[in-house]
């Protein structure tokens, strides 16, 4: 039984229990439903297989999620193709509800990821929650940017819950699990085949209200989940990168095929609030972040701030600093709480104020 047919089964009668007490008759109303199904479920009578797994789940101290179970993620029950549980190693919560996903090429280049981990930190002091693979390269960039700056963050495996891939990413599964979540819809067990990945990517895109994709060539999954999300109604971004890299392929065409390029956190922000998914920060109950000594640099720049607002431009040609290296000092400024961002990327020095 496909994801889609489970779901018509439990639009119509609403349990999985009154699915199996159902007549054959009432049954063949099911839109798509085969008679080789229908018997199935009126002459099934083993559930060896559903004990053991529930069994096994208890062991583990995993949570299942059922389609119909108020905790179920809001946003992936709209998609097409639900899967009908979810295996959840941590906690998935009402504020997880506005989630971005951040994802990319395992081959990923310092460049890759050092904006990778900025784009979390900015992304996670917004409120959102961030959802990847935990996959090597971009995924574990996004994993750890986000736990770095005290956020969710959700990892979506392409395996069992019990079976982390890959396998020198169990630590950072652990630090997840504490801090969010780690999800997979495969039973208990379930190696990472190759034929399960695709599967895995419409549930990044569908817990997500848009996906960032940072680094992707031609041939990469990650355009595949930039497709899956399209197809969900979600927004689609893309970081652009050197033309003459083969992990910027995918994400450049992305951007000339109509994906928000992106360029700092508030071309993220400045789509996704408007459509009113605007969230509630998830680390205003943690510990505020310590501020470190600013480098001299850094000092420059907050001295050329004042209490107007003053506009990103304005402080490139003031500092006479190349206009990534102001964006970066900027993003690190605001996170230490020391300057505000408005709109229209305009800067606030708070300690003026």
Request: glycine content about 8%; proline content about 6%; some cysteine.
């Amino acid at each position: 039984m496909g994801n889609v047919i489970y779901k018509r089964l439990i639009e119509i009668f609403v349990s999985p229990e009154n699915v199996f007490q159902a007549a054959a008759e009432k049954l063949k109303r099911v839109e798509g439903i085969r008679t080789k199904t229908i018997k199935e479920i009126t002459h099934f009578k083993n559930c060896d297989w559903a004990d053991k797994e529930l069994e096994s789940i208890k062991k583990l101290g995993v949570t299942l999620l059922t389609f119909n179970d108020n905790r179920y993620p809001r946003l992936l029950k709209t998609i097409y193709d639900p899967p009908p549980f979810l295996y959840v190693w941590g906690a998935m919560k009402k504020i997880d509800d506005s989630a971005l996903a951040i994802i990319g090429s395992r081959n990923a280049s310092s460049y890759g990821k050092e904006i990778t981990q900025r784009l979390t930190r900015a992304l996670t002091h917004q409120g959102f929650t961030i959802v990847s693979g935990l996959a090597r390269g971009i995924d574990s960039a996004a994993h750890k940017g986000t736990l770095e700056a005290g956020g969710r963050t959700f990892a979506v495996l392409g395996s069992g819950i019990d079976v982390i891939y890959p396998w020198e990413n169990k630590k950072l599964a652990e630090s997840i699990a504490e801090n969010g979540a780690v999800i997979s819809e495969f039973p208990i067990g379930t190696p990472p085949e190759a034929i399960n990945f695709p599967p895995r990517n419409r549930i990044i895109s569908g817990l997500s209200v848009g996906t960032v994709i940072i680094e992707a060539s031609f041939r990469s999954g990650s355009l595949i989940t930039a497709r899956l999300a399209l197809e969900q109604g979600r927004e689609v971004f893309a970081v652009p990168g050197n033309v003459d890299s083969p992990w910027s392929k995918g994400t450049n065409r992305l951007i000339k095929e109509g994906a928000k390029l992106v360029m700092d956190p508030e071309d993220i922000i400045e789509e996704i609030i408007p459509q009113g998914n605007k969230p509630v920060s998830n680390i205003e109950n943690k510990s505020p972040v310590l501020r470190k000594e600013l480098t001299p640099e850094c000092q420059k720049m907050l001295d050329l701030i004042e209490t107007n607002p003053i506009h990103i431009d304005t402080l490139i040609q003031k500092s006479g600093l190349p206009s990534n290296k102001v964006s970066s000092m900027l993003l690190d400024l605001e996170l230490q709480g020391l300057v505000k961002q408005f709109s229209g990327k305009m800067f606030k020095n708070l300690l003026k104020s």
